[in-house]
């Protein structure tokens, strides 16, 4: 899967973007709505290798968005602010990334819009390591600390947020650390450079396995997620420019179909036939124990790509909760999803 590299290098350019979307208020939102050339639609996904994430590469080689005459290009980058960006920049069509980002894309005038949901719960993981565990007993003792998320302005940047202003703590109380996922993530908590932080599998199964830190909120069911969120929690998401989805719906119909087909898939296989389709480098703790990190995460996805109900309120109250940007502003939620697309999928 080719990598596009010069993200890395447009982290300027992207962040550049955002800023000109909230100077512009309620502006052009046509960035990201050109046609996909040659028939080919890109997908920027917060992560090929996340379990949160699996749905679009088991798509891909299920064979589903060929059987659908769809050419997607899978692309990936490490934080799904990061993804994001791309989608700002007109880059790709699409990205699979967590919800919540359209809410926060749209108080700064740009309507993007989830079209098929593949989750009910946000999946994620706060965990401490070993060393700060006596000390870090909830995130009431997130104050003073250090703690990991993939990226700022991620979304395990906003629930950690959540987590700490929800139990007595400000949002400027402690310290986000950028430190990604996967071997970063674990390096980062080996070293002490965090005290703990949010992640997600098979990160976190690796964290477990190698002992190395233990669970201290747990969101990868919806049972977990609605106790530690207050309800249902709508997180990995295909979502795109509302534009784009109105001007291309023959293409975002075939992408719908291909997705809720592998939704079905996976609600009627098992963990290790989901893992004996994935790509062999993404079970990088061992088949075993990545296999284990699909079967701790499955309960998160949706069967059939709709988005829950109470799902999108329990997003805006998070966010509320700590964002100043979101905390005064008026949200339209209606136009940060449609279920349009998943309820034509045959």
């Not at 909230?22 to 502006?27: K, L, P, R, W």
């Not at 052009?28 to 920027?44: E, P």
């Not at 106790?227 to 293409?251: C, F, H, I, Q, R």
């Amino acid at each position: 899967m080719r990598r596009l590299t010069r993200f890395r290098v447009a982290a300027a350019t992207a962040a550049l973007a955002l800023t000109a979307l909230t100077a512009c208020g309620g502006g052009d939102s046509s960035a990201g709505t050109g046609s996909a050339g040659g028939g080919k639609v890109k997908i920027m996904v917060g992560g090929l290798d996340k379990v949160i994430y699996l749905p679009a590469m088991l798509t891909q080689r299920l064979g589903y968005f060929e059987d659908e005459g769809v050419e997607v290009q899978l692309l990936t980058e490490p934080a799904g602010v990061q993804a994001t960006t791309s989608l700002v920049a007109g880059e790709v069509q699409g990205v699979v990334g967590f919800y919540d980002h359209t809410l926060d894309l749209q108080v700064k005038g740009k309507y993007v819009e989830s079209v098929v949901q593949l989750s009910h719960a946000s999946g994620e993981v706060e965990v401490v390591s070993n060393q700060a565990a006596d000390e870090i007993t909830s995130p009431a003792d997130f104050a003073k600390r250090k703690l990991g998320v993939t990226g700022l302005g991620s979304s395990t940047d906003f629930l950690t947020k959540y987590l700490a202003v929800e139990n007595g703590v400000g949002a400027n109380e402690f310290t986000p650390v950028a430190v990604g996922a996967g071997q970063t993530f674990i390096s980062a908590l080996k070293q002490g450079s965090i005290d703990g932080g949010m992640t997600t599998d098979p990160t976190v199964a690796q964290i477990l396995d190698k002992k190395l830190g233990k669970v201290l909120v747990d969101m990868r069911t919806p049972e977990g997620s609605e106790k530690a969120l207050g309800g249902p929690y709508p997180s990995s998401s295909l979502y795109m420019n509302t534009d784009w989805v109105n001007a291309n719906k023959e293409t975002v119909q075939k992408l719908a179909n291909a997705f809720v087909k592998t939704l079905r898939w996976m609600a009627t296989h098992s963990p290790e036939e989901i893992a004996a389709k994935m790509p062999a480098d993404y079970a990088q703790g061992g088949k075993e124990l990545y296999t284990e990190a699909i079967k701790s995460t499955l309960p998160m996805f949706t069967d059939d790509g709709v988005m829950p109900e109470r799902g999108p309120e329990t997003v805006e109250r998070v966010l509320k909760s700590f964002n100043p940007n979101l905390k005064n502003a008026d949200v339209d939620l209606e136009k940060t999803y449609t279920t349009e697309f998943v309820k034509k999928a045959g």
